[in-house]
C-alpha cells in the first residue's frame, strides 16, 4: 500500500518568499569587535588605555558645534595605550596610538594619516593603524617585556 503523503499546512499571516532562504557566509570582524577584543585584551592585562575620540554619531549642529568646540579633531586614533617603563623591554614609558580598522576594505583617511605621520615624530609615541585586534597586539607585544 502507497502512502499518501501529506501536503504540507499552509501557515495564516506569514509572507509568501519568491526566493528561497540563502544562508549568509560568517560575518567578517568589523573594526568595532576588534576594538572590543583589543579592550578586553588590555584590561585583563593589566596595561593602562583610553579612548580618544568620540565614536557616536553627532545628531545635531548644536552638538557638533559644542563637540568641536571641545576640542573633538578628524583623524585622531581610536585608542591610547599607555606602556610603562617597567612594562617595555627598553625600560622607556611608550604612548601607544592605534587606529583601528576592520581586517578587510578599512580605509585610512587623510586626516587619520596625518595624525599617524605626526604622532610618529615625537619621542616615545607611536602610531599605528591596525587592520583587526592582532596586529595591534602583535605592535604591543614588540614592545613589551
Not at 575620540?53 to 558645534?65: D, M
Not at 571641545?70 to 583623524?75: A, F, R, S, T
Not at 610603562?84 to 587606529?99: A, C, M, P, R
Not at 583617511?109 to 595591534?136: F, Y
Request: charged share 25%.
Amino acid at each position: 500500500m502507497k502512502q499518501q503523503q501529506k501536503k504540507p499546512q499552509k501557515i495564516p499571516n506569514l509572507p509568501s518568499f519568491s526566493k528561497p532562504l540563502i544562508v549568509k557566509k560568517p560575518r567578517k570582524i568589523l573594526e568595532a569587535s576588534a576594538q572590543v577584543t583589543l579592550v578586553r585584551w588590555l584590561r585583563e592585562h593589566g596595561i593602562r588605555h583610553c579612548l580618544l575620540n568620540n565614536p557616536f554619531r553627532v545628531t545635531s549642529w548644536g552638538q557638533l558645534h559644542k563637540a568641536k568646540a571641545m576640542g573633538l579633531n578628524k583623524g585622531m586614533p581610536d585608542l591610547l595605550v599607555y606602556l610603562s617603563d617597567k612594562q617595555t623591554k627598553d625600560g622607556k614609558n611608550y604612548l601607544i596610538f592605534v587606529e583601528m580598522k576592520k581586517e578587510k576594505g578599512g580605509v585610512v583617511t587623510p586626516e587619520q594619516q596625518e595624525w599617524i605621520d605626526v604622532l610618529n615624530t615625537v619621542d616615545g609615541c607611536k602610531a599605528m593603524v591596525s587592520r583587526g585586534h592582532e596586529e595591534a597586539l602583535s605592535f604591543i607585544f614588540n614592545h613589551m617585556k
